[in-house]
């Protein structure tokens, strides 16, 4: 039973179209945060956020931007998609930033940019 | 560059034999590791973990084992069930700007048959 949430699942959407990815959480957490996965790579931190009004950006350059206006909310948003945006995105969030607190991951969003 | 890295894309093992995942990192600063295991169409899931100061961590039928000075560490699962089907990524954690960052590997799609 997921206690994080991504919405939509599976998303195609033309070129130059502005998109939204959904993330919210039940679990109080503090820390979210997103990584992007392509087909048999491994998952690339692009944004983090240690609490309300806190982003960061990850190890991995993206075009994308976040917000964290509320703490179980942690949207991602495209301005103008690409087809180099076709991804897997996945949301996570941990109860503390330490290494003993383990990701907990939504079941991701799959963008696909024609 | 490919700090975490998992050289066998697939392994097939029957159904009661052991399977061994591998996994081998380059940081020298990391510090702590996890396994994660996904089912397609979810996000992953956080299955064990082990520290540095450890050589080994056991949960049931999982268990981890660390060697540091080769960098490499394993996950045995004993015995493989067919539920343990799915892909397991290996990640690593150092402290830095975003925290305890989380490196993973491209992960080790596990068939188990019956």
């Known amino acids: 039973e997921a206690d994080i949430y991504q919405t939509p699942r599976y998303l195609v959407i033309g070129t130059g179209k502005k998109i939204t990815l959904e993330c919210s959480q039940t679990?109080?957490?503090?820390?979210m945060y997103w990584y992007q996965q392509d087909p048999g790579m491994e998952l690339h931190l692009i944004h983090y956020s240690y609490g309300v009004n806190s982003t960061e950006k990850g190890d991995l350059s993206s075009e994308s931007t976040v917000s964290r206006i509320r703490t179980e909310h942690f949207p991602l948003t495209l301005e103008s998609a690409r087809p180099s945006h076709t991804s897997q995105y996945l949301c996570?969030?941990?109860?503390?930033?330490?290494?003993?607190?383990?990701?907990?991951f939504g079941n991701g969003t799959r963008l696909t940019v024609t | 560059d490919q700090q975490v890295k998992q050289n066998s894309p697939s392994l097939s093992v029957q159904e009661g034999r052991i399977s061994i995942l591998n996994c081998d990192y380059t940081n020298s600063m990391f510090d702590y590791f996890l396994w994660y295991k996904k089912y397609p169409a979810e996000g992953p899931t956080f299955l064990i973990s082990?520290?540095?100061?450890?050589d080994k961590n056991e949960d049931g039928r999982f268990t981890v084992f660390l060697n540091k000075s080769a960098k490499h560490l394993s996950l045995h699962i004993v015995p493989s069930q067919p539920g343990d089907s799915a892909v397991y990524f290996c990640?690593?954690?150092?402290?830095?700007?975003?925290?305890?960052?989380?490196?993973f590997g491209k992960g080790t799609s596990l068939l188990v048959t019956p």
């Open positions: 996570a969030s941990s109860e503390y930033g330490g290494k003993n607190s383990p990701l907990h």
């Open positions: 082990i520290s540095s100061i450890k």
């Open positions: 990640a690593a954690s150092r402290n830095s700007n975003s925290g305890y960052a989380l490196n």
């Open positions: 679990m109080g957490h503090d820390k």
